[in-house]
């Protein structure tokens, strides 16, 4: 079974204004911590990247945080790696519904992001699976079979689950978006699941 990371450019610093926060926003908003050259090294095939326009850049974003990472540059990095590695990497990319946006900042978010879909088709090594938008529009090129792949990683859904298996206050706890404390509690059994259920790539937070 290969692997696929959430919110895989996640271990980068965050942009300069937002690093004196980092105590504060990480626990929410990272999802890994291997580079992108350590996923690949760790049978990572599927990467999963969140976009947001910082100062006409696209730059990795999650909820409040903004990750110091060229988008545009990893993704041509990566074109290159599946060359070298005849393996055509999925990527599953999205327009993120960033919380520092105005109307008119979204607007012209949304015109940049459609720019920016022409160039993903220029990277011929590396298959995009999904293209998204978190606002009421979304576009998707092409979907994963839901056969191919199991995606576990701390998500409301998750927790509704794990609420309703819970008594008592405890259940709440689930509700804490802590994407490390949840991916070290429940990793085995999903990947455990993955296998039992024949899944080629098990999708998570914080890959070994």
């Known amino acids: 079974m290969k692997y696929g990371t959430h919110n895989s450019l996640t271990y980068a610093k965050l942009v300069w204004w937002q690093r004196p926060f980092g105590w504060l926003i990480n626990p929410f908003c990272r999802c890994q911590d291997k580079d992108i050259t350590a996923q690949v090294l760790s049978d990572v095939v599927a990467f999963d990247i969140q976009v947001a326009l910082y100062k006409d850049e696209w730059k990795v974003s999650h909820g409040i945080a903004w990750y110091d990472v060229d988008v545009i540059d990893m993704l041509k990095y990566l074109n290159k790696l599946a060359d070298f590695n005849y393996t055509p990497y999925c990527i599953r ?44 529009e979304y576009k998707v090129l092409e979907e994963f079979s839901p ?19 819970t008594r008592g206050i405890w259940k709440y706890l689930y509700y804490l978006p802590i994407p ?15 296998i039992l259920d024949n899944k080629k790539i098990l999708m998570t937070d914080f890959i070994r």
């Open 93 to 136: 990319i999205g327009l993120d519904r960033h919380f520092f946006r105005t109307k008119k900042k979204r607007n012209k978010e949304r015109e940049e992001f459609e720019r920016f879909i022409d160039f993903l088709h220029t990277l011929r090594h590396l298959f995009f699976v999904e293209v998204y938008v978190e606002y009421p």
């Open 147 to 165: 056969t191919d792949m199991e995606q576990r990683y701390w998500s409301l859904s998750f927790a509704r689950e794990k609420a309703k298996q």
């Open 180 to 194: 490390r404390l949840w991916a070290k509690k429940y990793r085995n059994e999903w990947e455990a699941k993955a």
